[in-house]
């Protein structure tokens, strides 16, 4: 048993366009007893997604990468449950999707990401950097002192 504990997701742009997919995703996410903190649906300039993935700006797949998340709808959403950052990434899937879908096809990147780069969410990878992307999509939202009362959940 760890303790309940708060995660940062993002549907990105290949599957935030398609309602029924963000339907299937939601469905995932509460079959699997997280709960919906917070979810805000935004679009990023060229220069946001530059700065949520400076870490990567030297990387071969950056620009690719930014130029993707600009693109279209992205949505994020704050998630609750025990283990919630390992859970998360483990419900997602790994990163590489031609090898995901068959090592993992049950995953959220195994089932609705398309390339390595469109693979469908981002999960946050530790605690510093939840704090780090929570306050990044949620200035407002006061990682010290959140609680379950304000979750809602999608039927
Ligand atoms: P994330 O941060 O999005 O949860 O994914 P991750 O930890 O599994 O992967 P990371 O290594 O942090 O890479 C961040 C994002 O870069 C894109 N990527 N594209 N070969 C490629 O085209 C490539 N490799 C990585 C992915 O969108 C990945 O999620
Ligand atoms: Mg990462």
């Known amino acids: ?25 939601d469905k995932s996410i509460l079959r699997n007893k997280f709960l919906i903190i917070k979810r805000k649906r935004l679009r990023w300039p060229k220069a946001r997604a530059e ?5 990567h700006a030297q990387r071969f797949f950056y620009r690719r990468l930014v130029e993707f ?25 790994p990163t ?6 068959h090592t993992n ?3 959220i990147r195994g089932q609705f990401g ?20 929570v306050a990044f999509f949620f200035p407002e939202f006061d990682v010290g002192k959140w609680n379950t009362k304000g979750h809602y959940l999608i039927p």
Request: no cysteine; charged share 20%.
């Open 1 to 25: 048993m760890g303790r309940m504990q708060i995660t940062l997701a993002i549907l990105k742009p290949d599957v935030a366009v398609n309602p029924h997919i963000v339907y299937a995703i």
């Open 51 to 55: 700065q949520f993935y400076f870490q």
């Open 69 to 93: 998340m600009s693109s279209g709808p992205i949505e994020a959403l704050i998630l609750a449950k025990r283990n919630a950052i390992q859970d998360w990434r483990l419900l997602i899937g």
């Open 96 to 101: 590489k999707v031609y090898k995901t879908q």
């Open 105 to 107: 096809p049950n995953t």
């Open 114 to 133: 398309l390339t390595d780069t469109r693979n469908a969410v981002h999960g946050a990878d530790s605690e510093e950097s939840v704090h780090e992307e």
